[in-house]
């Protein structure tokens, strides 16, 4: 059953600047600057079996997204590291998704971020699928987005910046409201980009395609299922994918640490079946996080 508690009145610890405090203390001032000028990054991760999923290539991703938005965070690599070990450990998780996130503080109010301080937080908590199981089986349904994936020219786009998800929160929500479980993106020129917040996949003549990640993050676990690919020997094809191109492709799926490998059955118009390709990644990558695997 789905944890239906609000985030701000759960018991457990959050790593926040250097030390472990209660859950209910992990608190921010409401003139934080993140708060107003979306000047905050952030990961998402997985622990199976009490180990995070590639940590250290998140917590790398999460110190050059600081930097793409002009702020260094205070600890390295392998300090972030560690505190997203004391955090598993101090709630006593052995699977769960973990949650950095670093900002700017509120020493200061304007646009201009001068004077404002690097703050990081850390936080896990125990949550399943990020689809229902059921649905996922058989494949999500997509709507076509409404809302665009920016140009590199107007925003740093391979930031995981939390101001470039009010997009894709936009275009989650309205894809709820009429009955999807998710959304296709396109980008500023028209081009298939991803989910909302997922990396996309395609299957044609048992060759997997994927957009080329140009205005959108090359996400680790896109990268992990690429080299799952192609140790089986799938040629994998990175492209400008359009639109009108969707309706010959057999199969599609979607990859994140959240959404780790999901199958797609339809996308707006486009229809797909849930292929032997799709399924063999699916379980390749089951096993190479729950380290059945040899990593990739």
Not at 30 to 58: C, D, N, P
Not at 136 to 146: E, F, N, T, V
Not at 246 to 270: D, H, K
């Amino acid at each position: 059953m789905a944890d239906t508690r609000s985030f701000d009145d759960r018991d457990g610890w959050i790593w926040i600047d250097g030390k472990i405090v209660p859950w209910r203390e992990a608190n921010v001032h409401v003139l934080t600057h993140a708060m107003h000028y979306a000047s905050s990054v952030f990961e998402g991760q997985r622990a199976y079996g009490g180990v995070i999923f590639k940590l250290s290539e998140h917590s790398a991703r999460l110190r050059r997204s600081a930097e793409l938005l002009g702020f260094d965070i205070p600890w390295s690599v392998e300090e972030i590291d560690a505190a997203c070990n004391e955090v598993i450990k101090a709630n006593g998780f052995v699977d769960a998704y973990v949650r950095p996130v670093a900002w700017r503080g509120s020493e200061q109010m304007g646009v201009s971020p001068k004077g404002t301080k690097p703050h990081l937080a850390i936080a896990a908590w125990e949550w399943g699928k990020y689809f229902a199981p059921e649905i996922a089986a058989k494949g999500l349904r997509l709507d076509i987005a409404p809302w665009r994936r920016p140009a590199p020219y107007t925003a740093p786009v391979h930031s995981k910046a939390a101001g470039l998800y009010m997009i894709a929160s936009l275009s989650k929500k309205h894809a709820d409201e009429r009955g999807y479980d998710d959304a296709l993106m396109f980008d500023w020129r028209g081009q298939v980009a991803e989910a909302t917040g997922a990396n996309a996949f395609f299957v044609r003549d048992s060759k997997l395609y994927t957009p080329t990640p140009d205005c959108f993050l090359d996400g680790i676990t896109r990268r992990t299922v690429m080299d799952l690919a192609r140790r089986r020997g799938v040629e994998v094809i990175e492209k400008a994918i359009w639109p009108e191109e969707l309706e010959r492709f057999e199969q599609m799926f979607i990859t994140g640490s959240a959404a780790e490998v999901t199958f797609i059955q339809s996308a707006g118009p486009w229809n797909f079946e849930i292929g032997e390709l799709s399924r063999q990644l699916c379980q390749d990558y089951d096993d190479l996080v729950n380290g059945r695997l040899v990593n990739a």
